[in-house]
């Protein structure tokens, strides 16, 4: 009986007791990674641009302001243009039109992570950008709800979505 509780003792030791985080084995990555694997259905390991996402979640929810490039509120060309900055060290300014004349047009099956999303919504010219993610996923600047993830497949923006582009 003696040897069996020594030997509890000795794996509850091993466990819990030699500096390790609880939970670090069946999860690792950061808490950002965590989320946004969540929201965007997919395993973390597809996540290997932390700048992107950690930006994203320092603009999460930040209101709509046309011609905003503040956190006081932000429009979805200026969203863009300051990720696109901040994240992969590129200018991209003015407004959608001036934007999509910096990219290259791709297909919506040629989309990957970092490729621009552009829609005309309820417009003749192209009037929107968000960001593409993964999973049909994409991050924008919404006029109801700030900044946030949105899905390609809603049928809002299967209406409107005009093509991706891949900046130069």
Known sequence: MKKIAYSFIVLVIFLFGCGTKRGSISSPGTAIENKYSKMLGVNQAVLSNKKLYSFIDDWYGVKYKYGGKSKDGIDCSGFVSLLYKEVYGKELSGPVLSIRG??????MDELSEGDL???????????????????NKFVHATTHNGVMISDLNEEYYKKYFVEGGRVQ
């Open 102 to 107: 910096k990219c290259k047009k791709i297909s």
């Open 117 to 135: 999303v552009f829609f005309k919504i309820e417009s003749k010219e192209i009037s929107h950008v968000g960001l593409y993610l993964h999973n």
